[in-house]
């Protein structure tokens, strides 16, 4: 599966973030020039506009008529010289959403056509470090197809994923229902369908994969199907709200060397992989004092929950018990 990265986890290993991370100061490949993150950006955009701007698709076919829209129904065609946008289709620059973000210190512009008009929008939406199932088509901007989930729908960590995904894919809300399939498979209802328009800054970059070459834009059609809240370090605070700066990544900055404010107690691991985010001896789970299975809600007498405070060292040691019995260890 090219969409994936290497594995990003060993648990409280914060160089194995560091590697998986593929950050600009990596020597895997001397051969390959590192390019300035900004100019990259400059060249990136001015393709993928020009890219929307030259190329059409079936829009009438997710005016909203359609109940449960397939991202397998995106047809995507480039506009010849002289030729006129057929009735029903519309340019891809016509309907895209521009999002924009900064990773890695440098502005990037992302872009993604959200199709189901009909979604129902009180079904979740994934964080950016939540498991997601989807069906996706991945492919350059020359059309050639990289990867696709063709066994049906895949399953993933999105922060496993290049961190286009990790941008776009919460912007979507995940299946109405579904029902299992006498094969296995399951058939989802009314769900998220999109596509995005990626810079290589938010994809491979220089290290390019197997059929990418190098500071290359991709694109991808997808379905959000399913979502299923991350704790990674198992302590009782989904890893999303470990995310404290509230910036949607957990970013490591090279310059400063710190892990972008969402390192509580310093030691170099992020708090969602850290057992004890605030490094106080008393591991997070522990201070959930009113047992509710939320440690989040104990706040201390400095005005922050008791699990992030290194001066609030109470302790709840029959949560352990609680969390053995509900989990039927």
């Known amino acids: 599966m090219k969409l994936i990265k290497l594995s990003l986890f060993v648990l ?99 872009y ?32 050639e197809v990289f990867d696709r989930s063709d066994n049906g729908a895949f399953n993933s960590d999105l922060l496993n994923n290049i961190d286009a995904w990790q941008i776009v894919i919460p912007e979507f809300y995940t299946a109405e229902n579904f029902t299992e399939n006498s094969d296995g498979t399951s058939n989802y209802i009314n769900h998220g369908v999109g596509a995005m328009f990626v810079p290589s800054g938010l994809a491979y970059y220089s290290f390019g994969s197997a059929s990418i070459p190098s500071y290359t834009c991709i ?16 302590d009782n605070v989904p890893s999303y709200k470990e995310d404290l700066n509230g910036d949607g990544q957990f970013t490591y900055n090279s310059a400063e060397g ?35 299975g939320d440690p989040t809600n104990d706040i201390g007498k400095n005005g922050i929950p008791k699990y992030l405070d290194p001066e609030e060292t109470e302790a709840n040691y029959d949560v352990a018990e609680e969390t053995e019995t509900n989990s039927g260890i």
Not at 116 to 135: L, Q
Not at 219 to 231: I, R, S
Not at 279 to 290: F, M, R, S, V
């Open 12 to 110: 409280g290993l914060a160089t194995c973030f560091l590697s998986c991370k593929k950050d600009d100061d990596s020597d895997d490949d001397s051969t390959i020039e590192v390019r300035d993150r900004t100019e990259q950006q400059a060249e990136d955009k001015a393709l993928l506009l020009d890219y929307l701007e030259t190329h059409y698709y079936n829009a009438s076919d997710f005016d909203g008529s359609n109940p449960d829209p397939k991202s397998k129904d995106i047809v995507i065609t480039e506009l010849k010289e002289n030729e006129t946008v057929p009735t029903g289709h519309r340019l891809l620059i016509q309907d895209t959403i521009m999002k924009n973000v900064t990773y890695y210190d440098t502005k990037y512009e992302i």
């Open 112 to 143: 993604y056509l959200d199709l189901n008009k009909n979604v129902n929008k009180t079904k979740p939406s994934p964080h950016f470090c939540d498991d997601v199932v989807t069906n996706y088509k991945g492919f350059t901007l020359d059309n």
């Open 219 to 234: 694109a991808f059609t997808f379905d959000v199907l399913q979502m299923f809240e991350n704790d990674h370090d198992g």
């Open 258 to 292: 710190v892990f972008d404010g969402d390192d509580t107690d310093g030691n170099g691991v992020l708090d969602f992989l850290d057992a004890d985010d605030d490094g106080d001896g008393i591991l997070t789970i522990y201070e959930d004092i009113d047992g509710d």
